[in-house]
């Protein structure tokens, strides 16, 4: 299948520091990807939506403020955890893949925030 | 929102079938069962898709009744690796992750 890469794997911060967070797509181009949140022991959650030259989509609840999306070219999209705090501390994943409905998405093997 | 529903966990041992079963009453026209692998600290693996009838690929079968309002993931002979989170989704623009249902394999 096709590939997904994060950088960093993991990262710790102090608390009020801003993070950058890079997800690529390696074997394919998407116009469309996609940030989630993971919290211990629980499921993933959709934070936003990506498009590649124009503004994310964030859901419900989610400070577009706060979480800087940035997806620039057709390989790479941003996430930029801006003024982080320990509540932010979480498992990030993002995933991208084709537009149509029998179209596959792939993750990335995610990012460890912890800010102390 | 696409809903799906599926067993909290499972337990099952070396060598044997598992089956999850997934039920998503709300499925539309369009939607497509993707399921899931996830194992801690990592992002969601991509393991099987389908749209009706028996999907079969080199690690899962995937079985759809008629109505698509349910869908079971076969996994044959699991081994300790398979200790996982699973999960069960509709395939739309985005994907909505439910609980998944947690398989531990015993030796």
């Known amino acids: 299948g096709a590939v997904v890469s994060q950088h960093p794997s993991w990262v710790i911060c102090k608390s009020g520091t801003s993070v950058k967070i890079e997800c690529r797509s390696l074997d394919f181009q998407a116009t469309t990807m996609f940030w989630y949140r993971q919290f211990p022991k629980q499921s993933l959650m959709l934070m936003a939506t990506s498009n590649e030259g124009s503004k994310a989509t964030y859901e419900q609840g989610v400070e577009k403020d706060k979480f800087l999306i940035n997806h620039a070219s057709l390989t790479l999209s941003t996430l930029t955890v801006t003024s982080a705090h320990p509540e932010d501390s979480s498992f990030y994943i993002c995933?991208?893949?084709?537009?149509?409905?029998?179209?596959?998405?792939?993750f990335g093997p995610g990012t460890r925030l912890t800010v102390l | 929102l696409a809903k799906t529903t599926q067993p909290i966990s499972m337990d099952s041992y070396e060598g044997q079938e598992v089956n999850i079963t997934c039920s998503h009453n709300n499925i539309a026209t369009n939607d497509y069962i993707t399921w899931y692998q996830q194992f801690p600290s990592q992002g969601p693996r991509f393991i099987i898709q389908?749209?009706?009838t028996k999907v079969t690929n080199e690690v899962a079968s995937l079985f759809i009744p008629a109505d698509r309002k349910s869908s079971t993931l076969s996994l044959p002979r699991v081994s300790l690796s398979d200790t996982a989170v699973y999960y069960c989704?509709?395939?739309?623009?985005?994907?909505?992750f439910g609980s998944g249902t947690r398989l531990q394999v015993q030796p």
């Open positions: 389908g749209y009706k």
């Open positions: 989704l509709l395939r739309r623009r985005a994907l909505t």
């Open positions: 995933s991208a893949g084709g537009q149509g409905h029998s179209d596959t998405q792939y």
